[in-house]
C-alpha cells in the first residue's frame, strides 16, 4: 500500500514537471495513464488464447493494431520507455482479470547482450518489473539469456522464427525458477515462437510457465517493425 502511495506520488510530480504523452497519439496524459481518453477508448482486450504445446495461457492487454501497436513501437525504437510503467499497469490489469493467482515469480523475454546495448534498455523487463510490483510477486528480470543475437523476426512467419530462436534461449539460475510457477512478460506476441523457446529453457530447469502476459497479440499478417513515421514525440510542458 505505501508503495502504491509513493508511486502515484512521484507520477503527480513527473506530471508537473514533465507530462507524460499519449503513447498512441502524443497528446497530454493525466495521472499515470499510458494513454489519453480517447485512445484509451480504442483498447479492447481479446480474450484469453490457450496453447497446449507446452500448456499456457497468453493473456494480453489489447491487440496490435491501432493505440497499443503505436504505443509499443515507441516504447521499443524511440526511446519512450517512460512508457514502460503505466504499460505495465495494463498488464497487471489484464493478469488479474483474466487468470490471477497463477504465477510466483514474473520473468521478461530476454534480450541479446548487443541488442540491450544498442536500445539501453530491454523493453519486457520494465514491462516485467512493473507487472510484479503491481501484483507483488518477484520479479527475475535475468533469469532467462540469449546465447546469440538472433535476427529480427519482425517479417518472418512461424516456421522462420521457430528456425531463428531455436537453442537461442537459456536459464541463467536454474534455482531461481526450480518448482515455481512463472509469468512470462513480452511486449507483442505474433506466432509464439520467441515465447515457446523460453518456455521450453524454463521447463529444463525445472519450472513452469502458465501465463504468457503481453501487451498485444499481433495477426501474423500485420507487420510489426519500426516505421519512422509514426513516431510520437513527448508533450512540451506550458
Known amino acids: 500500500m505505501l508503495r502504491d502511495w509513493s508511486r502515484r506520488l512521484c507520477g503527480v510530480a513527473l506530471d508537473l514537471l514533465a507530462p507524460r504523452g499519449c503513447g498512441s497519439c502524443g497528446e497530454r496524459c493525466a495521472g499515470d ?28 492487454a489489447a491487440p496490435y493494431d491501432g493505440p497499443m501497436g503505436r504505443a509499443i513501437r515507441n516504447l521499443k525504437y524511440f526511446g519512450r520507455s517512460d512508457l514502460a510503467e503505466p504499460l505495465g499497469g495494463l498488464l497487471a490489469e489484464a493478469a488479474r482479470a483474466s487468470a490471477p493467482g497463477l504465477g510466483t515469480r514474473a520473468v521478461p523475454v530476454p534480450l541479446h547482450p548487443r541488442r540491450l ?81 523460453c518456455i ?21 499478417s500485420q507487420p510489426v517493425a519500426a516505421s519512422s513515421a509514426e513516431k510520437v514525440p513527448k508533450p512540451r510542458p506550458g
Open 33 to 60: 495513464r499510458a494513454f489519453c481518453v480517447p485512445c484509451s477508448a480504442g483498447l479492447v482486450r481479446p480474450p484469453v488464447l490457450t496453447r497446449e504445446d507446452p500448456p499456457h495461457l497468453v493473456v494480453s
Open 117 to 197: 546495448s544498442e536500445r539501453g534498455y530491454n523493453q519486457s523487463a520494465l514491462l516485467c518489473n512493473a507487472v510484479a510490483r503491481r501484483l507483488d510477486i518477484v520479479s527475475r528480470g535475468r533469469a532467462l539469456g540469449r546465447f546469440r543475437n538472433t535476427t529480427s523476426q519482425a517479417r518472418m512467419g512461424r516456421v522462420q522464427r521457430l528456425h531463428n530462436v531455436n537453442g537461442s534461449i537459456h536459464v541463467r539460475r536454474p534455482d531461481d525458477l526450480r518448482g515455481r510457477r512463472v509469468l512470462l512478460v513480452d511486449d507483442v506476441f505474433t506466432t509464439g515462437a520467441t515465447a515457446e523457446a
Open 200 to 220: 521450453r529453457a524454463i521447463m529444463e530447469a525445472g519450472g513452469s510457465v502458465t501465463m504468457v502476459l503481453v501487451l498485444a497479440r499481433a495477426d501474423r
